[in-house]
């Protein structure tokens, strides 16, 4: 089990975080997608169901309910690989996703623009880590 308080850090960071998703609102989310969501993800859900960047007024991670939508329509529009699980954006046009196969833990920064992706992290922690302490950095 992931400590997501360690990794997040949400004061320092000034993050919003909510209730995590219950295992009937995560079960619907599978539904909705048509495919499990994948181990890590539904973890980070189940600690806070989306949270938002305070800072930069914005859900940078977003809720189940968000979830599925943004990606039901990103799929329907080929904006989306359907291999890549969209959870959440940096405000300015790339989303962050995850690898729909299970075993498969990297994160994606994904371009809606470039329809490529930017950058890769070895898992959903790591991209946190690294994304969270990239935002704080100056400049």
Not at 17 to 22: D, E, T, V, Y
Request: one cysteine or more; charged letters at 20%.
């Amino acid at each position: 089990m992931i400590d997501w308080t360690s990794v997040l850090k949400p004061e320092p960071h000034n993050l919003r975080l909510r209730s995590g998703a219950s295992a009937g609102r995560l079960a619907v989310l599978d539904r909705a997608l048509g495919t499990a969501v994948p181990p890590q993800l539904r973890d980070l859900l189940a600690f806070s169901d989306g949270f938002e960047d305070l800072t930069g007024q914005w859900e940078c991670a977003w809720s189940c309910r968000r979830l599925a939508t943004e990606n039901t329509q990103a799929w329907q529009s080929t904006t989306l690989p359907r291999a890549l699980l969209a959870f959440g954006d940096d405000g300015a046009g790339t989303c962050f996703c995850v690898h729909t196969d299970p075993n498969d833990h990297r994160v994606a920064r994904w371009s809606w623009i470039g329809q490529d992706s930017e950058a890769t992290y070895t898992d959903l922690p790591t991209f946190w880590h690294a994304w969270l302490h990239t935002q704080a950095e100056p400049g």
